[in-house]
């Protein structure tokens, strides 16, 4: 039998596509009442039609007024789900100053802007369920991963201030950090992809950390151990690893 969700009803921010969606759907069968929100409002339509009980809250994470607005227009809710994350290959040789400033004003400043908002509701609540999706490539910098791996770095970083903030209230606050994950981003990617998962496989795994009530999940493995690991080797051992993708 499933254990109970640590919240009813769950605002999803990056709902539209990918893991997002796939947690959407995951989250409606297990129970949970979503909002969903993005930019997409047609993508978030077609993915509501097909839930038991889904608000669609169109969203632009970079404006705070945008998200200021889908807040309110959001209504009540007692858990959330950051699952932004907008990716462009980048190597520090071919730098593309626009796609790392969209990277970070989405990555991070989105999540915090949203964080604005959901932070002091639940802390005046007292109870709540945050969840952000970090990434294996915010444990250390990898090749091509410039704006990407310190934008995920960032929001691992915030959900550990988050952890000891609110170490002393009822507010459960969880990172998971996945590896490959097979979707339209991905498909920019030009080397190979180990364990490339579906994302409802790795929909399954988030339901599986938050199950768990663990404050950080990696995954999948053997792949996740590689970085998790890692992180506490020497730089040059690292990044060994890689030599076939400099």
Known sequence: MAKDLPAK???IVGASEGLGR???EALDARGASLILSARSEDRLKDLASGLRDATVVPIDVTDPESVSNAAKNAGEFDGFIY???AYEPMKST?????AARMMVATNITGCLNVLGEVVP?????NRGHIALIGSLS???GLPGAVGYGLSKAAVMHTAENLRIDLSKTDILVQRMNPGFIKTRLTEKNE???PQLMEPDEAAAHVLKAIDKRVFSYSFPKPFSLMFTVGQHL???WFHGLFKGMV
């Open 138 to 140: 915010g444990f250390r």
């Open 22 to 24: 796939a947690l959407a």
């Open 234 to 236: 020497p730089i040059s």
């Open 191 to 193: 080397f190979n992809m």
């Open 121 to 125: 509701r639940f802390v005046g609540t």
């Open 9 to 11: 009803r769950y605002w």
């Open 94 to 98: 071919e730098w593309d100053g626009d």
């Open 83 to 85: 699952s932004v994350g």
